[in-house]
């Protein structure tokens, strides 16, 4: 009986607070890593902003949108980075622009996605 109110003791004064530093150091070093690395990639980007209207391909879901196909983009001229960035950040025609859900440099990670995709036909 002795061992048994031993061990609980032992666990209330070392497992608990041990498994608790554990979890409270974890928490931080992924927040750190995190705050880190604030930009996201470029197909996140796209997946969270863009796809809603620009699916498989670059291809368009609502009516009078334009499509991220490498021809469309070099027909309109904003076959480009910059280009790209600007209507990002501004938009053009029906779409809005998303310079809002848009980090610093996210811009830029997001045109050269669309552009590199359009390049290899959206694959």
């Known amino acids: 009986m002795g061992e048994i109110n031993q061990m609980k003791i032992f666990k209330f004064i070392f497992v608990i607070p041990l498994i608790t530093l554990i979890i409270i150091f974890q928490t931080f070093v992924q927040n750190r890593y995190l705050m880190a690395s604030d930009i996201r990639d470029g197909e996140t980007i796209f997946r969270n902003v863009c796809a809603g209207c620009h699916v498989r391909g670059g291809s368009v879901v609502l009516k009078g949108s334009k499509s991220l196909k490498l021809s469309d983009l070099e027909k309109r001229g904003i076959a480009d980075v910059n280009s790209i960035k600007i209507i990002a950040n501004d938009g053009i025609g029906f779409m809005k622009g998303y310079k809002n859900k848009l980090k610093d440099g996210e811009d830029k990670v997001l045109a ?9 036909g959206w694959e």
């Open 112 to 120: 050269q996605w669309i552009i590199q995709n359009a390049e290899n």
